[in-house]
């Protein structure tokens, strides 16, 4: 299994290389070697609007990759995940790597049987590291890390504890009424969230609202926008902590941030576990929470779990500050990012080091993160 997503292919002083050396002709004699194997091709790599074109499919399939082309659609799609479908394209762009549109002002083109992409959008896009040779006219391409990731790290859980749900007897007045979320059943009673827009000093918040046993509670700030950005995810998990017996309903919230709704069918009290993120995925051994970036805070991968007598997060990332140190990277430039591997739960990591990115596989098993 390849070590890595990225890899695809070439970068932008390719493009200019060959570009300025051939702008005359349309067609380059090119070697192509990825990860040190020479790539036989058929169709040539080309140069139309001024852009370098390469057939995607031998090179793509030499690291890893399945390559789909619709042709109703003229898309190209490359996959090296088996979770990610080539579901219709929402956008207009041309190519989809692993589910995402990347922009390109040259689209893809079929010539003599061969679909070929710009070698500067798949490089971008995937984050390669390539050389070019101008003397013996060679790419090569390597997906190889040129870091030693480390082999085992352990993860450092923070407590995090539980706001009491308010309970409210009456619907405010201005409270304006957009939609509902099922929650899911909890003793054998169905909860319906009834969701409303609430300005909030000029702007629209989204809260919601459910009754449980003749009482109505009420969630704050599910959104800071309108009731399509608030998503549920019914968990039906449950904890037990000596006296206490937790049940974990659904996980409601926007991008940026998640409420876990916990009952406490003890004490018959409800209350949130706010984390950063949407649930990527959840089980009796924990949740694993993916936080898309936003400002200076990057893209990250959270585990909740439930330990002793409360709950407990880890923020992945913060697991590769000592490595990060290690290679003088800011923490900042690391990412993790979920993944289902074969069956287990899993991040990739990707780092920026000297201008280039690294990426590296790891699964979750306890409290270590364990390279794949």
Known sequence: MMKKFAALLLTTALSTSLIGSSLASST?????????????????????????LVPVREISQALGYTVNWNQETRTVYLTNRSEVSN????????????GNPIATDVPPQVIKGRTMVPVRIISEATGARVEWNQQSRRVTVSSENSLAFPDRLMLNFQPVGLER???????????????????????????????????LGGSPVINGMFTYGNQTFVLNDLSAGTIDEVKNQNLALQFDSGQDRLHLVSAIGAEYETQILVFNSSSRQWSVLRVPGRVATSDSDGILVQFPGKGLSPQAVSLIRFH????????????FQNFANSQNIDIQRVTTQYQSMDGQSGITVSLVKDGLTEKQAYTLNGNTLELH
């Open 165 to 199: 749900v308010e309970q409210v007897q009456t619907l405010p007045s201005k409270w304006e009424k957009k939609g509902i979320l099922s929650l899911g059943r909890i003793n054998q009673s169905e909860l319906v969230l009834e969701l409303y827009e609430v300005e």
């Open 28 to 52: 380059i004699a090119v070697e192509v070697v990825v990860n040190g194997k020479t790539i036989p091709m058929l169709v040539p790599p080309v140069v139309q609007n001024g852009r370098a």
């Open 87 to 98: 579901a219709p394209n929402p956008t207009d762009e041309k190519i989809v790597i692993n």
């Open 308 to 319: 002793g007598s409360g709950f407990e997060i880890s923020n992945l990332t913060e697991a």
